[in-house]
T-cell receptor, first 110, second 114 residues
Framework: KNEVEQSPQNLTAQEGEFITINCSYSVGISALHWLQQHPGGGIVSLFMLSSGKKKHGRLIATINIQEKHSSLHITASHPRDSAVYICAVRRETSGSRLTFGEGTQLTVNP | EPEVTQTPSHQVTQMGQEVILRCVPISNHLYFYWYRQILGQKVEFLVSFYNNEISEKSEIFDDQFSVERPDGSNFTLKIRSTKLEDSAMYFC????????????FGEGSWLTVV
């Protein structure tokens, strides 16, 4: 079983819809990252969370440490949000390395 | 905004050849990383580097791999004798400090071993 599980694997939405991507992990962590991978392959860091909630523009990320679960929300989705969204965790016991989930392919249609 | 730069963006090499992938991390960052992503798979950690030495490495990072910071700005990944299964996108990343800091990734270097 993967230490980091994301759902759904694939998500198709209409422009303007509210999007939720979920991440569950099975290990103790010191931080959780949400990342965006563009079609060309480049990876951009969106959020780094260790507790609570963060917001940046139309993106909101939440984490529940007790339940080992995080969500990434996109409000008023737009076709330019189409990308792979990846959850990655820094384990308490593993120094600085990140352990990645499989990613969620999001497609937003106009 | 500062960025991590990687070269080459794409390299094709013969099996058994040595390959060096180069990275210029963000200038005030102290922690450097290499990750790889085989096509269709998730991103995997290879190695982290701090204070001119490896701080952590994965089981993937065997004797065929090495890292170096030759001149205080570049950070390189060398694969000594490439195998077909080394074909992947290799990402360099850097962060200001460890333990829960934002990590910045380069655009990646596509390595194709034929």
């Amino acid at each position: 079983k993967n230490e980091v599980e994301q759902s759904p694997q694939n998500l198709t939405a209409q422009e303007g819809e509210f999007i939720t991507i979920n991440c569950s992990y099975s290990v103790g962590i010191s931080a959780l990252h949400w990342l965006q991978q563009h079609p060309g392959g480049g990876i951009v860091s969106l959020f780094m969370l260790s507790s609570g909630k963060k917001k940046h523009g139309r993106l909101i990320a939440t984490i529940n440490i007790q339940e080992k679960h995080s969500s990434l929300h996109i409000t008023a989705s737009h076709p330019r949000d189409s990308a792979v969204y990846i959850c990655a965790v820094r384990r308490e016991t593993s120094g600085s390395r990140l352990t990645f989930g499989e990613g969620t392919q999001l497609t937003v249609n106009p | 905004e500062p960025e991590v730069t990687q070269t080459p963006s794409h390299q094709v090499t013969q099996m058994g050849q040595e390959v060096i992938l180069r990275c210029v991390p963000i200038s005030n960052h102290l922690y450097f990383y290499w990750y790889r992503q085989i096509l269709g798979q998730k991103v995997e950690f290879l190695v982290s580097f701090y204070n001119n030495e490896i701080s952590e490495k994965s089981e993937i990072f065997d004797d065929q791999f090495s890292v170096e910071r030759p001149d205080g700005s570049n950070f390189t990944l060398k694969i000594r004798s490439t195998k077909l299964e080394d074909s992947a996108m290799y990402f360099c990343a850097s962060s200001e400090w460890s333990g829960g800091n934002t990590i910045y990734f380069g655009e990646g270097s596509w390595l194709t071993v034929v």
